[in-house]
Nanobody, 123 residues
Framework: QVQLVESGGELVQAGGSLRLSCALSGRTFSGYNMGWFRRAPGKEREFVAAISWSGGMTYHADSVKGRFIIFKYNAKNTVYLQMNNLKPEDTAVYYC????????????????WGQGTQVTVSS
């Protein structure tokens, strides 16, 4: 496993933007697929976005397509989630995840997790 630390979550108004960051500790991105998940109050953890270890392929959940973009900066061992046009239903704890084997929408398929960062969107 690798150690992941998320940051950037805060309270924002609907229609606003945020950029979340996830930094790896003690490792590089080489060989790791990276993903973002979220858990809203009273709901299960759900897939948001993922990026392949090479950076050549990205995937986004239907609920965030056209609004959120995942990307990474290998020189800083950091993956980002740019969130635009935020909606109240985006309110959740956001988690980054790493997987050396595959990319999947199921949380159980991922190996390493950060502790999460709270995003709250008000109307």
């Amino acid at each position: 496993q690798v150690q992941l630390v998320e940051s950037g979550g805060e309270l924002v108004q609907a229609g606003g933007s945020l950029r979340l960051s996830c930094a790896l500790s003690g490792r590089t991105f080489s060989g790791y697929n990276m993903g973002w998940f979220r858990r809203a109050p009273g709901k299960e953890r759900e897939f948001v976005a993922a990026i392949s270890w090479s950076g050549g392929m990205t995937y986004h959940a239907d609920s965030v397509k056209g609004r959120f973009i995942i990307f990474k900066y290998n020189a800083k061992n950091t993956v980002y989630l740019q969130m635009n046009n935020l909606k109240p239903e985006d309110t959740a704890v956001y988690y980054c995840a790493a997987n050396a084997k595959t990319i999947a929408t199921s949380p159980g398929a991922w190996d390493s997790w950060g502790q999460g960062t709270q995003v709250t969107v008000s109307s």
